[in-house]
């Protein structure tokens, strides 16, 4: 959201110039980023931009919260499936992002990665950061505290495995961006699959 005072942002200009600021930001790294290099994105006047936002820290921070936002959008579960299904929809989502149309899903993740990498300069961001983060575990530990609820999960600690589950795709992303390891998505994955995910389920051999 815009500085408080200043007006109101339409919502498609907000849209039109939060995905500039995702896509100027993977391009240019957060150190290196400017709030020209966003109008080159946008498209439209950078006064339209000074308008609404002040500076490049506010804008920053208006993008962190919508891409956290669109995110928490992308990975919702429904109850109209049982919590295998939803903690596999969880997991899928995460890895190769959720089906939204015009999602880039690792232009996300990356922008999302150098913006922790800089947070902990910015108190503001470590707090929607960390605000994001126990959400999101949180959903998972619902998911996993349905499944024992009705016998298919083991009776574990609930936060304990969403922690570790986390951790693996967490790592995974990291390797992916940071260091171009192609594979690091599916050995994730195989991780979770045959040691993790086996000792979750009522059958120690996960069948």
Known sequence: MPTTGRPEIPEETYEDLMQATARALCEHGYTRLRVRDIDEYFGKSRQLINHYYDGKEDLIEAVLQYLLEEYERGIAV?????????????????????????FDHWAFV??????????????????????????????LVAIIERGIDE?????????????????????????????????AIESGREVLDTVILPQLRTDPDGD
Do not use: W
């Open 110 to 139: 990356t922008a999302l990665i150098e913006l922790r990498s800089q947070a902990q300069h910015y108190p503001r961001h470590q707090e929607l950061l960390l605000e994001n983060y126990y959400h999101l575990r949180g959903i």
């Open 78 to 102: 429904g109850d109209d499936v049982d919590p295998e299904q939803q903690l596999d929809s969880y997991i899928r989502q995460f890895f190769h992002g959720p089906d939204i149309e015009n």
């Open 151 to 183: 016998g298919e999960f083991r009776a574990v600690d609930a936060a304990t495995f969403a922690t570790a589950i986390n951790a693996v795709i967490s790592t995974s992303r990291m390797r992916k961006v940071c260091l171009g390891d192609d594979e």
